[in-house]
């Protein structure tokens, strides 16, 4: 394969990457809490000898992935009135207990299990200073102070972990908007949680259309640039059958 094919290959594979990336911001685009994320790209230069009527080395730039950026930009908050779905305004991240371990999140809609423990969606617990907090129906109706205090009818129920990291960048993503670290958590010293609202997705739509319609043009490019590499080669092929032994 010549360099050509090469370097819109590369091109192509980083648009199909690009592509895969904005359909997932907009497939969580009603995901609380939710990061918007981009590729990042590098250039990859490589020297190779020059052709025939070229003169001295030749530069290649190939296009290479080099990752995943997540924008942590805070989403809008918006008022829901439930009384367990809970909003991190600033820093911070719920600490959740799962099989593998403790994990994270900013995805504050919780409810109650069959047991009166308060989990996220997917059923695991959200910790409390002492462990997993358990809501009885003896406790009335739960105000959840800024804090992360919870008390109900008879008095203070637990008090919320809320944690921060030193390289907020280093968590990675798992399934069900938790992040997992190494990292030892930090408790966040002015915890500011609002009861009775979500914190949104930052990715904003427009933004994406946008974006995915530079890369459907950008890829198009390169499928020109391909096609018209291919029909050289199949006249150059039909010239040199054509000449005479």
Known sequence: M?????VSLSQQLAAYRSMDVIANNLANLSTPAYKRESVKF?????QVRPAEGQTGPQTISFVKDAGVVRDLS?????TTNAPFDLAINGKGYFVVQTAAGNRY??????TLNGDGELVTDSGDPILGDGGPVTITA?????????DGTISGKQGEIG???LVDFANERALQKEGSSL?????????????YILQGS??????????EISHMIDVMRAYQATATLSQSEATLKQKAIDQLGSVPN
């Open 138 to 146: 003896d406790d009335g109706d739960i105000h959840i102070a800024s």
């Open 105 to 110: 999140t900013r995805d504050g809609h919780l």
């Open 74 to 78: 805070e989403g809008q908050l918006e």
């Open 159 to 161: 008090k919320l972990q």
């Open 2 to 6: 010549d360099n050509t094919l090469l």
């Open 42 to 46: 590098e250039q990859y230069v490589q």
């Open 179 to 191: 992040y997992s670290t190494t990292q030892n958590p930090i408790a966040v010293e002015k915890p």
């Open 198 to 207: 979500l914190e949104t997705s930052n990715v904003q739509p427009v933004i």
